[in-house]
């Protein structure tokens, strides 16, 4: 990706506890690894101390109502191209959550150098 101008943002909203297909690890793992392999700029991945989607079920880290899924957010930006090219891989992912995508603006873009 260029160091700077106008990509877009895609972000993925996952329960913590959904599994890849296989169920050994979790999905959100299994979509990084995926983004890397696809030669996307890069991923992150946060967790959420609160939240609902379409279920209406609120799931928190309060102690009196402490959820075993939390809410994740996998986010990868990279040119608009190279991020629906990895679409379908999510297609094939995805049973449940929200996956959106919107333009940014890069103002700076700088990696460390591979060990």
Not at 38 to 64: K, M, P, Y
Not at 89 to 113: C, F, N, S, W
């Amino acid at each position: 990706m260029h160091t700077e101008g106008e990509a877009v943002r895609l972000s993925i909203f996952l329960g913590e506890s959904d599994r890849a297909a296989h169920g050994h690890h979790p999905l959100y793992t299994e979509i990084v690894h995926r983004a890397r392999a696809a030669g996307l700029a890069g991923a992150s991945v946060f967790h959420g101390v609160e939240g609902f989607g379409r279920s209406s079920l609120v799931h928190t880290t309060r102690l009196l109502s402490l959820s075993d899924d939390l809410p994740v957010l996998v986010v990868i930006v990279d040119t608009r191209e190279r991020v629906e090219a990895f679409l379908p891989q999510l297609d094939e992912l995805i049973t449940e959550g929200l996956v959106v995508i919107d333009p940014v603006h890069v103002v700076k873009y700088v990696g460390r150098a591979a060990p």
